[in-house]
């Protein structure tokens, strides 16, 4: 069966994370959003293993269904429209900061296994390591190839995905403090690495310039700390929900089981460009390359973006599609969708009324973004929504990418346009408004997506 599975994201007990992040809201979201199989996340952190063995039931699957009291309880805030079991995969992240030849390394991984003897076992090693107490993202002092070695050890079908891979500060190729290849990281052990996580700031079609992925499958998560970030990226399998059904579809290159991922747009990701944000700096690649690397306001260094990064380690000029990758789609969070349409803010109370409204009406969020024919949205009498729909999907929109920290910002109407349609002004009041120069805008109609396995 097809289904969506978000394999990343956080508890309460992560730092920065929302307070309401508990199983029970995580199962909520997941049904709003169309998920089947979503990370618990965190499994480290003792306070939140404790929960997981309170809340949820383990199953032969080797996944785990929140118990039959809390999902009764919690099926109240689904609407009929979004109900569907929800499985939880164990999973945590690992921030490994270490020395390996002589430089300072910081990258941050995906551990996965399959029951919680396991978990158990495995927990109480890292607790020998470091603390695991203070943050559901533990810090530790150990070398990523070591981690690898003791999830190998730790059950047969254990694995571990490095997490964001681009990310300046702490991610296997990150420009701050990581590696130029996956070898040099993970050394004897690389051949057990099958994955890898592409992080909100790039996706598949950038990593198809880097050869040394090739043969890797290519994941993407939410990385959620609130319920409402659940699945903004997400994976779709073709096969059957369980803890070794979804390892081999990942781990099998040639399969045809792994359907490919949904995406943000990369540009919206925080660390898309390359800049410096107290300076409001914000280059493309050639740009930083003539500045040498520097700041023009204040000669600081500029944050090199993903992008960047992806430009220095790549060794092929176009983003072909490697014969067996699966495809993607890129899309917007229907809250940014809604927020530009009503000319507020995404998290204001009017978007989220109106996002309840559609979900209870057409089913979750990713079956409207994705699936839902436009026509059906003739009945949903929101001005607007049908074309902002169908300009998404064609990639038809304006963005104002995201650089040294900072989210990108998409627009799909021109300012002129939103004025014109909503009926607030005439042409001759019009602001041009600058960070969303039209001359940018993409797609100009024409869906450049690459989706051939995901219907
Ligand atoms: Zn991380
Ligand atoms: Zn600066």
Redesign the pocket.
Known sequence: MQFIADLHLHSKYSRATAKKLDLEHIHISAQKKGVAVIATGDFTHPAWFTEIHEKLVPLPNGLFQLNKTLSKEAEKHVPPSCRQPVFFILSC?I?NIYKKDGKVRKN?NLVFLPDLETAKKFNQQMEKIGNIRSDG?PILGLDARDLLEIVLEAADSAFLIP??IWTPW?SLFGSKSGFDDLKTCFEDLTPHIFALETGLSSDPKMNWRVSDLDGLSLVSNS?AHSPEKIAREANVFDTEISFSAIRSAIADQKGTRFKGTLEFFPEEGKYHLDGHRKCGIRFQPEETRKHQGRCPECGGPLTLGVLHRVDELADRKTEKKPEEAPGFKRLMPLAEILAEILNVGPASKSVIKMHQKLIETYGPELFILHRLPLDALDAADIPLLKEAMRRMRNEDIVIQPGYDGEYGAIRIFSEAERSILSGRQSLFTLRKDESFPEENRKGKGTAISITPNID
């Open positions: 992240e921030s941050h993202r997490a964001h702490f990385d």
